[in-house]
Structures are given as structure tokens and as C-alpha cells.
């Protein structure tokens, strides 16, 4: 393997690297959440630093030295995760994925009903289905499919 595809997952840096996780964020956002109306991509976007990130554990994945992907986990959970849309499909998620898993515990997460892409990741990596809402977190039109990893 190349060394432009080694992936360093860490924890967050902290504040300071918050203004390059949203970059990340909105990268990811931008290529895979088409179904995400404006109003909504910019809410998110201006509460992200101030309040999503300080709520959950950040991992980093950083590639030759730059953040290229990051998640947030709490209470047993993967709240979020994000690869820059130039490093998808070149492993940080799944190292995300694996680093929240094995040493942090994670078993669910909730996916966007409307991202097969996302969907698809998760239950090649032995999540099931457990449930599903015809909206979001914050009651918006967007279905959640939750999924758990088995027991």
C-alpha cells in the first residue's frame, strides 16, 4: 500500500481543528446528501462546531498529515461520520468505522434512509436493521433507518 493511503485515526485535537472537520463535513455532505434541503445544510452547518461536535467523542482519521475524515460517537453510538469527498472510497471510513467499533464500543448507528450509499457501508460491515422513522432527530422529513450490530 501506498503511504498516501495510510490512515491515522486519533482523537480530536479539539476546538482548534473544528473549522477543518466542517470543512470535511460539508465536503461529505455536498456529495452524498442531495436530498438535504439548503435551509437544513446551512442550519447544521452553523450549529455543527457550536454544538454537534462538543457533544459526542471525535475520532480523526488524517492521511500524510491532514484530517480526512472524522466521527462522533456517544453512549455507544456512531452519531456521525464523515469522509472528505476527495478520500471516499479510499478506506477512512472504515477505519473510523473499525476504531469506533473495537475500541470504542459502538454497536448502532442511524442512517439517512435517503443515502443508499451510507446504508449500503454499514450493513456490508455487519450492521442489521432494527427500526426505522419517517423523520429525523429534529422531526424533519427525513426517514432514519436505525441499525444495530448483533449481539
Known amino acids: 500500500m501506498s503511504a498516501r493511503f495510510e490512515i491515522l485515526v ?4 479539539g476546538p482548534s481543528e473544528f473549522p477543518r472537520l466542517v470543512e470535511i463535513w460539508r465536503s461529505a455532505v455536498r456529495a452524498t446528501h442531495d436530498f438535504l434541503a439548503q435551509a437544513d445544510f446551512e442550519r447544521i452547518e452553523a450549529a455543527l462546531a457550536s454544538d454537534y461536535l462538543p457533544a459526542v ?10 484530517a480526512v475524515g472524522f466521527a462522533g460517537i456517544a453512549d455507544g453510538g456512531l452519531e456521525m ?15 473510523l468505522l473499525a476504531e469506533a467499533v473495537t475500541r470504542h ?6 442512517v439517512n434512509e435517503q443515502n443508499p450509499d451510507a446504508l449500503g457501508f454499514y450493513l456490508h460491515r455487519g450492521f442489521q436493521e432494527a427500526g426505522r422513522s419517517p423523520l429525523d ?9 436505525h441499525l444495530r450490530l448483533p449481539a
Open 10 to 13: 486519533r482523537p480530536t485535537a
Open 57 to 66: 467523542e471525535l475520532l480523526v482519521a488524517e492521511r500524510d498529515g491532514r
Open 105 to 110: 464500543g459502538v454497536t448502532r448507528v442511524d
Open 137 to 145: 432527530s429534529d422531526g424533519r422529513p427525513y426517514p432514519i433507518v
Open 81 to 95: 461520520l464523515f469522509v472528505a469527498d476527495e478520500a471516499r472510497g479510499e478506506g477512512v471510513g472504515s477505519a
